[in-house]
């Protein structure tokens, strides 16, 4: 079973955490990974740079112009990964633009994503019909869950079709705007959860996009299965080093 099906197969509600490969420090990937485990996270998500972050804030934006600067590529992630699941056990997804992946061959990147480890991927600006169509077979073949976001204006009946071809858990974007932190959750965004939520799809879904404190996490999970922190961890990095980390996850759990 796919790491992530059988982290999504326990009862309790799931905390991921987002962070820029190769941010703060270019060689600070694996450290990071190793210590969110070990601070109870259950997921993480792992961010490769772009020049071009349409769908992020401000802050991975400028995580993702260091790390660029600090060198990141998708070989060096991939030569960073190297020999990372001995150490750690938790999912372990790629979160990035599609460009990158086709300009490093769409086939040869899941290959290099099976070897290392990685579970699961998520391109946001890759459509999903596109995806069926020309690439949903390598991912199959190198064992990788694809997964898709659905936003506040998603109409149910293409929810209702991602749902169908989901294998793992479906990305709910808390709004329709860019990646960044919010205090609370206001009542459209509320309506939403609980629209998704009396659907009763097959697949789960884990809510990100603006979730920063117990409050929003909370929100969240009261009506998913799990939360998606990014860029309140990725501004932590920005402030704090990373094995302060405990003290952000304690903020949450």
Known sequence: MNRINH????????LSIYFTAGYPELEDTVPIIQKLEKSGVDMVEIGLPFSDPLA????????????????MTSEKLFEQLKGIRPAV???????????????????AFCKRCSEVGIDGLIIPDLPVNVFHEKYQASFKKYGLINIFLITPQTTDERIRYIDSISEGFIYMVSSASTTGAKKSFGEPEQEYFKRIASMKLQSEQIIGFGISN???????TKYAQGAIIGSAYVNFLSEQPWEETDNFIRRFR
């Open 214 to 220: 117990k409050e929003t996490y909370d929100q969240a």
């Open 89 to 107: 056990k938790i999912p372990l997804i790629i979160m990035g633009y599609f460009n990158p992946i086709l300009q490093f061959g769409v086939e």
């Open 56 to 71: 992020d804030g401000p802050v991975i934006q400028q995580s993702s112009t260091q790390a660029l600067k600090n060198g």
């Open 7 to 14: 982290t999504l197969a326990a009862d309790k509600k799931l």
